[in-house]
């Protein structure tokens, strides 16, 4: 069974802090992609990484996949209350139906004023 | 363009009855997804369509659960005879292209009570 560990589970900063959300597996991926999902809403797309080591920014979040393709990061700088949400990472299998989307449990994070 | 849309927004049904949910996917998107999350875990594939067939069911929990995608459009889920067990967020998803690139879109969820 592929699984990927987020962690942390929550995240309570104030606004100008800087955070850091890990996605850990034992399995390799193809892609992986990190999702934001607000309340009463299905996730929706930031960002994916294909390549070993591929580093993508997005404004103030830079998100980097593992050389190995098992591990993902995603970095806040300077973190604003509109980044208040809950933050999900999605790996794509090499086997097994290469086209489900396996996710992480999630990081809510909280970011006040 | 109109997004992924799910009927109903919520369901609250007692254990034993069954309860269909709808999604509609992106006009034109061959390939739609059914994922669930039951409370306070992640959120899981159940299923696969590419047009009206079925290309992935592996997530499907047992055979209580029916998907169909008659016509290769909308997408129903049916659940009969719902356990307690069921209850959670029901999210569809839908995408143009499958592969590495790919990115699906979500629908806002069916929330499944079971009591």
């Known amino acids: 069974t592929q699984l990927l560990e987020q962690s942390p589970q929550f995240l309570s900063i104030q606004e100008g802090e800087n955070l850091t959300v890990y996605c850990n597996s034992s399995?390799?991926?193809?892609?992986l992609q990190w999702y934001r999902q607000e309340p009463g809403e299905g996730p929706v797309l930031l960002v994916t990484?294909?390549?070993?080591?591929e580093v993508k920014k997005l404004k103030r979040l830079t998100f980097q996949f593992g050389d190995a393709r098992k591990d993902s990061s995603l970095h806040i700088t300077a973190a604003q209350p509109g980044d208040t949400g809950l933050y999900l990472c999605?790996?794509?299998?090499?086997?097994?139906?290469?086209?489900?989307?396996?996710f992480g449990a999630g990081t809510r994070l909280a970011v006040h004023p | 363009e109109a997004g992924v849309t799910q009927f109903p927004s919520h369901s609250v049904i007692e254990k034993g009855q069954t309860v269909t949910l709808r999604c509609d996917p992106i006009?034109?998107?061959?390939?739609l997804y059914w994922y669930r999350r039951v409370m306070g875990k992640e959120i899981k594939f159940l299923l696969h369509?590419?047009?009206?067939?079925?290309?992935?069911e592996s997530g499907m929990p047992n055979n209580r659960f029916l998907a169909e995608r008659t016509g290769g459009t909308y997408s129903t889920l049916k659940v009969q005879p719902a356990e307690l067990e069921d209850s959670g967020v029901y999210f569809c998803?839908?995408?143009?292209?499958?592969?590495?690139?790919?990115?699906?879109?979500f629908g806002p969820g069916t929330r499944l009570l079971v009591l």
């Open positions: 999605a790996g794509r299998p090499f086997s097994g139906g290469y086209n489900k989307l396996i």
């Open positions: 998803a839908s995408s143009r292209q499958a592969g590495t690139q790919e990115t699906q879109y």
């Open positions: 369509f590419v047009k009206e067939s079925k290309q992935d």
């Open positions: 006009s034109g998107h061959d390939n």
């Open positions: 399995s390799v991926f193809s892609s």
């Open positions: 990484v294909v390549t070993g080591g």
